[in-house]
């Protein structure tokens, strides 16, 4: 381990999304984790999809921590996270099989619950019984997972190594299947049982630990920690669009209690952000485009999702959504990706507040359902192709303009811009 000077308590640097999601934290932690000896993911589970590409490879990493391609770099699953032993099972092997040592770069903690196969078919159940006021879950059982685990009635992977977890198991799929009754698929639950059984076995091969002693001791020993946030700040089960949320605190204060740190040992805050909006999956979108412009944005953006494959809803910047996630997490540095696919645009917009019963407001209103008004400024397009910049002083002066003005109007710096998907395609500012 890397140490800081002696007598110096390490520190924890947070990395989240700013937005709803698919900011692209995992290329970030990717080119950050160089500088950091551990990454911990805090919350989610297998509903994030963390794409990395190097060259022409792409990986999507949905539990692992997006370190575990830099071998020097020790991750750690936290307590906060859920975890599917069937996913997880079919993470290691892709890793595996390009030479990822995934057993010693890998701990979990035995505090982190698990997600059974009644999990998925309760999330199913769920949202076919809200109808038309579906939230687009993912399916896959986060949301039973985490009710669960509220409710004290959840499992944890120290379990599967008790005497009495098989005791455990039944008693719990029990009380799922009387809440469903007739209402699910039997042959589909047979069978994702078997397969979830098998890849028990693949997780006991893993390391247990009580991550909350492991990061302890590591900030002790002056070591600096890289926490991973998954999805984005606006899905945060507290204060994102609720209903149409996550089941879990996306947000900074998540990453202390997700990882069993004290708020004082919080540094840097990493605040991941698209130069436009995307969201998966129903709800709010304020600044969303349902014409040809939108459609432009998603297909160069590629912006379909890396766990469902779902077309994401495109649109304009959002200033007062992105403010709002600022202020929550006390972002210290600011990280634009995607500039680039906003290349050929002629005119690029950026809602700059809403419009309430007739008054402008900068505050995101309390209910989902709440129509409001769009005042935008716009910005002259820099109509060229920026991934081919690789420094700060070769990008065109319409998009350093935009740079300023996020700037000025936030009060943060942007650190890092990315321009386009591969780890080199990243321009770093300052980190300091």
Not at 20 to 37: R, T
Not at 139 to 168: S, V
Not at 266 to 284: D, E, L, M, N, S
Not at 384 to 393: G, L, M, P, R, V
Request: glycine share 10%; net charge negative.
């Amino acid at each position: 381990m890397r140490e800081s000077s002696e007598g110096h308590a390490g520190r924890v640097d947070v990395l989240l999304g700013l937005q709803w999601g698919d900011e692209g934290k995992g290329k970030v932690v990717d080119v950050l984790a160089k500088q950091y000896n551990v990454i911990a993911r805090f919350q989610g589970g297998p509903n994030a999809g963390h794409s990395l590409v190097f060259g022409k490879q792409k990986f999507v990493l949905h539990t692992i921590p997006s370190g575990i391609f830099r071998r020097e770099v020790q991750n750690v699953v936290a307590s906060g996270v859920v975890v599917d032993p069937i996913s997880f099972q079919q993470e290691v092997k892709q890793l595996y099989a390009e030479g990822i040592d995934v057993r010693s770069q890998l701990k979990l903690s035995r505090r982190a619950n698990l997600i059974l196969p009644t999990h998925k078919l309760l999330d199913a159940f769920y949202e076919k019984a809200k109808g038309e006021q579906k939230i687009g879950s993912t399916l896959k059982g986060i949301g039973p997972t985490y009710t669960d685990k509220t409710a004290r009635n959840g499992l944890r992977l120290g379990d599967i190594n008790l005497t009495n977890f098989q005791q455990k198991y039944n008693e719990l799929k029990a009380r799922h299947l009387h809440i469903m009754g007739d209402d699910f698929d039997t042959a589909l639950l047979a069978e994702t049982e078997s397969a979830w059984f098998a890849a028990l076995d693949v997780l006991r091969q893993y390391e247990f630990i009580d991550s909350e002693y492991l990061v302890n001791k590591y900030l002790a020993q002056g070591v600096d920690i890289l926490a991973e946030g998954a999805q984005g700040t606006m899905l945060d089960v507290d204060f994102g669009s609720y209903p149409f949320v996550t089941s879990s605190n996306t947000i900074c204060a998540g990453a202390c209690t997700g990882m069993g740190v004290a708020p004082s040992r919080i540094g840097r805050v990493y605040g991941i952000f698209k130069a436009y909006c995307t969201r998966v999956g129903a709800g709010p979108f304020p600044t969303e485009l349902h014409d040809e412009q939108g459609e432009k944005m998603r297909l160069q953006g590629q912006e379909f999702g890396a766990t469902t494959g779902r077309p994401r809803r495109c649109g304009w910047l959002d200033m007062v959504a992105l403010k709002y996630s600022i202020m929550l997490n006390g972002v210290t540095h600011l990280i634009m990706t995607k500039a680039d696919v906003l290349s050929n645009f002629d005119t690029i917009r950026v809602c700059t507040a809403y419009n309430v019963d007739g008054v402008a407001t900068d505050h995101v209103p309390f209910a989902p359902e709440q129509e409001v008004g769009l005042v935008f400024r716009d910005f002259k397009g820099w109509n060229e192709d920026i991934s081919i910049c690789k420094t700060y002083e070769a990008l065109p002066s319409a998009f350093k303009d935009f740079v300023n003005y996020i700037e000025q109007e936030t009060g943060v710096s942007i650190a890092i811009i990315s321009l386009g998907p591969d780890r080199d395609d990243t321009l770093i500012r300052s980190l300091v």
